[in-house]
């Protein structure tokens, strides 16, 4: 069970080669040849040894590597620039531990699709950043381990299975790092930690196998960053790497748009309300693109009935495939016994309910017609990334009975899952925080290829209301 802990605040930005840079102004710098890279990856080194024990964020340790890889940084526009690559994708010479104890890991031969579309932008790894179970929890929180905790306050989950990621990027131990989001996780962990969370349209990525071959590719991969300018950035160099021909190209987005949009706005999501402080401040966005010119109504959520449930069942339908090719997939290491209640909870949960999943998926694909349809009308949509504020470690602590768990989980994510089913792009902004002062992140999305709008309302938002950053000065 969860141990007592000191509630903290906690930032690695100091006066090093880091300094306060995003990833832009950190390669600006290493272009102008004011810091030099393995300065640059000693620096984020010293800041991951220093934060990780007050937020157990990383699975992994490649320090050594990448002091290797800093002396010849292979080419491209963020070469030399430190990362963490979330530990569920191959990366050649690192395991791939999916956040579980339930088998011995060995280290991977080659990298996978997804690693070497990232790393070939340029990219060091230090390592791989820890997850909740094979991603299945919106807080990792791992039964051995432990929590991975918000450096906002690490009395509280850093939210989701890209939590070890983003409560790196938060500190300021690193200026970007992987994620990827099969029911908001980026928006989630960028939601709770203060970031830019974009998940992309479907398939606008590399991806590993696995996620490909989903009935529904409900993953997205991309990245958690403390500026838009980083996020666009990097979907931009990914794009020159991987190229998807069937989506228009994003392109290089450097400054807001001068379109104003039509903007849906609702805060009741996936049969769960959001809370009334987080409502509130979802007005205050409203409030804040309306001076900005745009127009904003308050619209249904263009879900299909029953989604909720769905949604559940076909996240319980890869949890139980999961379980049963443990063995074939990991060897005689594997054991079930190791796994934690939520993971199992939801496998029984679809082993009951199989002759259901061909109506869920059936239902569920419907969501993508509904979507573009309400597209035809409103250029984005605006919601709570999630409905409450975020919760003190040990809310969803996965040793708990999987019906309390779940019952936690889905009360606190109602919002995200819809574009992961749709394969619509949404971002997570940091536009307000709590009474409590922990961050709140507001959820924009927009039709399938529309990245381009979503970054351009992004810079938009960030000019007018500048982020709030842990470490960093007012007005820096």
């Not at 690192?94 to 956040?99: A, E, N, S």
């Not at 694909?365 to 919601?383: G, I, K, N, P």
């Amino acid at each position: 069970m969860t141990q007592p802990h000191e509630d903290l605040q906690v930032s690695a930005v100091t006066d090093d080669a880091l300094g306060e840079h995003d990833a832009v102004g950190l390669v600006h710098a290493l272009h102008a040849g004011a810091v030099s890279v393995p300065e640059v990856v000693e620096a984020a080194i010293a800041r991951v040894e220093a934060v990780d024990p007050s937020l157990n964020a990383l699975a992994f340790r490649a320090f050594d590597r990448a002091r290797l890889e800093a002396l010849a940084p292979r080419d491209g526009y963020f070469s030399g620039v430190p990362t963490v690559v979330k530990d569920n994708v191959a990366v050649a010479g690192m395991p791939t531990q999916d956040g579980s104890d339930a088998w011995a890991p060995r280290p991977e031969r080659v990298d996978g699709d997804f690693a070497r579309m990232y790393l070939a932008t340029g990219l060091i790894p230090l390592g791989k950043s820890q997850l909740s179970e094979y991603g299945f929890s919106a807080a990792a929180e791992h039964p051995r381990l432990g929590a991975v905790r918000s450096p906002w306050s690490t009395d509280r989950v850093a939210g989701a299975s890209s939590a070890g990621s983003a409560a790196l990027v938060a500190a300021g131990a690193l200026p970007l790092a992987h994620a990827n989001d099969g029911g908001g996780s980026i928006r989630i962990p960028a939601s709770v930690n203060g970031l830019v969370g974009l998940k992309p349209t479907r398939d606008r990525l590399a991806q590993d196998k696995l996620m490909r071959d989903m009935p529904i590719r409900i993953v997205a991969d991309g990245v958690v960053t403390r500026s838009v300018r980083d996020t666009a950035a990097f979907v931009r160099e990914a794009e020159l790497v991987y190229r998807n021909l069937a989506l228009p190209p994003v392109g290089d987005i450097t400054r807001p748009g001068r379109k104003r949009l039509r903007i849906g706005f609702n805060t009741s999501g996936v049969g769960v309300s959001a809370s009334p402080e987080v409502a509130a401040l979802t007005l205050e966005t409203v409030a804040l693109l309306e001076r900005l010119g745009h127009t904003v109504e308050e619209v249904e959520a263009p879900v299909p009935d029953g989604f909720r449930e769905d949604f559940l069942l076909y996240w319980a339908l890869l949890a139980t495939v999961l379980v049963r090719t443990g063995r074939r997939t990991h060897g005689r290491s594997w054991d079930r016994t190791r796994l934690d209640n939520l993971t199992l909870g939801l496998a029984r949960h679809a082993s009951r309910n199989l002759h259901r999943v061909p109506g869920a998926i059936r239902r569920l694909r419907r969501a993508q017609r509904l979507s573009a349809t309400f597209f035809e009308t409103y250029d984005v949509t605006l919601t709570p990334a999630l409905a409450t504020e975020t919760p003190r470690v040990g809310h969803l602590d996965p040793t708990q009975d999987y019906d309390t768990i779940i019952e936690r989980l889905m009360g606190w994510v109602a919002f995200t899952p819809l574009q992961n089913v749709t394969g619509d792009p949404a971002i997570s902004l940091p536009l307000a925080q709590t009474g409590a002062g922990l961050p709140q992140g507001m959820m924009f999305g927009a039709g399938a290829g529309r990245e381009a709008t979503l970054l351009e309302l992004a810079y938009e938002l960030e000019d007018a209301q500048p982020f709030a950053r842990l470490g960093v000065r007012p007005g820096d």
